[in-house]
């Protein structure tokens, strides 16, 4: 009979490796480092997540500038309140709380928990959880996350896109355009104009786009088309030129504005309301929300062949401060992943 000592005691790791944000500023490097801290405590309802991977977003960049200045009444007015940037994850479960009936220990899960992802381990409630996709590598899941949604909730909510829709996405190379290529094209578009940079053309077309339109070469709004849904994720043209490329019963999907410090982007998406009231085409927008239904969509969508995420750079934790730098510079080809483990 085995004594008391020589029993295996299951391992308890308290503290980990993560990416931790000292305070606002538009480079990484002086505002993020990569060291230790605590692993977080988890409640009843909540699981512990071994991370195996997190991706950019332009997400992050609002927690790492801390603009426009209003997200500071959330964020912590002079340094962040949560110090562990990323937002997408992908790992699996070490720990359920008590209360927790529909995930166990081992279950290999992907989401979107807004901050914290840049971590050996992160905790997250359930209902911000799916299965990860069984036809992808676990690490590409974490790509899943905001952008993803956003592509999902803008052309499926927003828009209330239907089979058959001629679709205009301007922005159609990062994360987010280069989902909504696929998830418009999944959800029925007759057509879709990509609107990207000449480096990005023969991606878009790969994805499922009809028609790209260079940025750099020509400005889409002189085109003759007009659309169902134009989905606007780079918010370079006035409303008045993006009203115009509308069809009469159109939606102008305001997805992004120009940044600024005070309230940029979202004075583009005030404004827009308002001004819509003058239109006959609906305006739509809004902040994506992250919910394990519209993660398990998105993982049924890529078991389907239907979205596959385009992958940029590779980075790993370590490497976090210049995923995060390069992410800044605003030219994503699609998703960068910083591998964890
Ligand atoms: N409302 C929401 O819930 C929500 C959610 C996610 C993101 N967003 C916002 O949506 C925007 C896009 O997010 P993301 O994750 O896709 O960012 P991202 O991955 O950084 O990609 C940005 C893309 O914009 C393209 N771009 C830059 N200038 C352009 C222009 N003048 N015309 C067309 N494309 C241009 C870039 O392509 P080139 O390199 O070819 O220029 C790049 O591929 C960001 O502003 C983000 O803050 C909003």
Redesign the pocket.
Known sequence: METPETIPSPVKVETMKAALQTGYGPDAREVIRVGHTDVPTYESDQVLIEVAASST???D??YMTGLPYFIRLQSGLRSPKRQIPGADFAGVIVGVGDDVTDFAIGDRVFGDVSQGAFAEYLVAHPRLLSLAPQSIPLEESATLG??AL?ALQ?LRDWAAMKPGDRILI????????TFAIQVARALGAAHITA???T??VDTAFALGAHRVVD?KKEDFTGIEDKFDVFFD????KSLRASQRMLTENGVFVM??GR?GKWIR?ADRMIGGAIGSKFWKQRFA????SANGRDSATLAKMVDDGQVRPVIDRRFTLDEAVEALAY?AE????G?SIVTVR
């Open positions: 977003n332009a997400l960049w609002h905001v952008a956003t803008g301007n922005g159609a190379s990062g994360g987010v355009g609107v990207c940079s480096n990005n940025y994720n780079a918010g370079s997805i992004t940044k982007p927008g809004g902040t994506a992410q605003g030219h994503a080809r998703k």
